[in-house]
């Protein structure tokens, strides 16, 4: 049976004193809350004037000032590092890039597996300088910007009142430049590639698709009587979904030189055009690159990213002077041509000097000396 008595008369009564078993107990109430604590104490009269005349107006004091309760919240508040990375997770699982969420996450558990309120702004400033040894700063902002997010969670959770990876400066990232293949170079690789990789390539070079955009292909996509191909989705980390943009949603014009790779590659093929060894969608793109690399040793040439194909394709269009900027734009899949200009005009910097230099740009052709006479007798 357990006995209740009121610690003091002389004051509001916050603590009670009980016995369970041999043993005394205190009862109180904090943020709402009746909780209760074991003294360790067995019932005896001293013990029980030590908890009235020590222990408990300590206590009280306590609750009263609001320390105990901020006390009891940042115990029972999860602090890890991992706790919030997993929420930050959880938010973004709607994502198409969550994947490569999870892969950034993993790597910053992985560095920072303690308290979140423990780790120090020096302590991620020492690692970013480490890892920039190795990895380029445009790669090391991806991270800095998910670390920074995790940390703005536990802000919301009031777990901390500061993000240490805000403001992290950085070296400038130096973008790479892109280097296409000239036409020379791609005939080389045309006639050292062979079977469903050549097909590969050949869609790459005449389309300008992206990669995760071709493994994604189906038979159904490509319609030779319209010789269109049909942009609508992408494949990345073992899943398809929309493409980049919404501007990639798009479709592609069927070249005459690229008909034959593409009735070769469908007549091989059951619904992806291009598949592993089991039948099933490549995974991602990465998975093209051992070919990639294989040939571009193969053959001599200047390695380049796999990507690089695009970037061809856009610069051989550019080059060719059979299409505008903007209708080029829509066959990649950009919003407009301002991007293609800012890329690429590099390439095409020489060509303006090819123009016929018989042009008069003022010379009045017919149609226009006509309407010019017929605006001048109104005059008149």
Not at 64 to 77: C, F, M, N, Y
Not at 86 to 92: H, P, R, S
Not at 367 to 375: H, K, P, R, W
Request: net charge positive; charged share 30%.
């Amino acid at each position: 049976m357990n006995h209740r008595f009121e610690a003091g008369t002389e004051r509001k009564h916050v603590v009670s004193i009980f016995k369970r078993g041999s043993k005394l107990y205190l009862q109180y109430k904090v943020a709402g809350k009746r909780r209760q604590k074991s003294t360790g104490l067995d019932d005896t009269p001293a013990n029980r004037r030590i908890l009235k005349t020590q222990v408990i107006p300590k206590l009280e004091a306590k609750i009263v000032s609001g320390e105990l309760e901020a006390e009891i919240k940042a115990k029972e508040t999860p602090k890890a590092f991992r706790y919030y990375a997993e929420k930050y997770l959880f938010l973004k699982e709607s994502l198409k890039t969550y994947d490569e969420l999870s892969q950034q996450v993993d790597k910053l558990i992985a560095v920072f597996d303690k308290d979140i309120d423990k780790i120090k702004r020096g302590e991620i400033k020492e690692w970013v300088a480490l890892e920039l040894r190795r990895i380029k700063p445009k790669t090391m902002r991806k991270y800095i910007n998910v670390l920074a997010a995790i940390f703005d969670v536990a802000i919301e959770y009031e777990v901390i009142k500061d993000n240490p990876a805000k403001n992290i400066k950085l070296p400038t990232h130096i973008a790479k430049q892109k280097e296409p293949l000239s036409p020379r170079e791609v005939a080389i690789l045309f006639d050292a590639a062979d079977g469903w990789f050549r097909n590969y390539l050949a869609i790459a070079f005449y389309t300008g698709m992206r990669p995760g955009e071709i493994i994604a292909l189906t038979k159904d996509d490509v319609n030779l009587q319209r010789r269109i191909i049909n942009v609508s989705k992408a494949r990345r980390y073992g899943k398809t979904s929309t493409p980049k943009t919404l501007y990639s949603i798009r479709e592609v014009p069927i070249f005459d030189v690229l008909v034959p790779y593409l009735e070769e590659q469908l007549s091989q093929c059951d619904h992806h055009l291009f598949t592993n060894s089991q039948g099933n969608p490549l995974w991602d793109a990465k998975k093209l690159h051992p070919y990639w690399s294989d040939l571009l040793e193969r053959t001599g040439l200047m390695y380049r990213e796999l990507y690089s194909t695009r970037h061809t394709f856009i610069t051989a269009m550019l080059k060719s002077g059979q299409i505008s900027v903007m209708e080029l734009a829509q066959i990649v899949g950009h919003k407009n041509s301002t991007e293609i200009m800012q890329n690429y005009a590099r390439f095409i910097s020489g060509e303006h000097l090819k123009i016929s230099k018989k042009l008069d740009p003022f010379a009045c052709n017919s149609a226009d000396t006509d309407a010019g006479a017929t605006i001048a007798s109104k005059k008149v």
